[in-house]
């Protein structure tokens, strides 16, 4: 096998383990510490005062809960966009994938420390309007960039 495929293998299992670390370690405590909610991260909120209302809702577990699965947040962007690039074709005019990826991972970042932001000093500031935006542009760059990596990876004739 090449050691390519070898990397790309490894790299989907590594997201998956993830995932599946997310769910079994964080998704359903976190769920039952706030009555069913999702995480902010997975279902942005638009409105401020909906935020707002969602975050003083939250209990001290479920801040706990929510900052616990932030650790594993760390490595997980850098997961999955290495992941990501291990696809993006290595011929020319394909190299402008890097650019979503690579900002889907910065945009996910950002939203990580707005996320703990508002969970340890309050939804007070410009900080609470731009959970939702930053959240929309993370899933934006990673679609671009699989939707690239899918079309590029189509057969020309």
């Not at 359903?28 to 909610?37: C, F, H, V, W």
């Not at 402008?96 to 007070?124: K, Q, S």
Request: glycine share 6%.
């Amino acid at each position: 096998m090449k050691k390519r495929t070898v990397l790309r293998i490894t790299a989907v299992s590594l997201v998956l383990i993830s995932e599946l670390l997310f769910t079994l370690l964080f998704s359903g405590r976190y769920e039952a510490a706030t009555g069913g909610k999702s995480f902010l991260d997975m279902a942005p909120i638009f409105s401020s005062k909906a935020l707002q209302e969602y975050v003083r809702s939250l209990s001290a577990e479920a801040v706990r809960i929510y900052t616990s699965m932030q650790v594993l947040d760390l490595i997980f962007p850098l997961i999955y966009t290495f992941t990501l690039i291990l696809f993006i074709p290595g011929r020319p005019g394909s190299r402008w994938l890097y650019i979503p990826a690579i900002a889907g991972m910065a945009f996910d970042y950002c939203e990580n420390l707005v996320i703990y932001r508002l969970l340890h000093f309050g939804t007070a500031g410009i900080i609470t309007p731009l959970l939702p935006w930053v959240t929309v542009l993370k899933f934006s760059c990673i679609g671009i960039t699989l939707l690239a990596v899918i079309l590029h990876r189509i057969p020309r004739r």
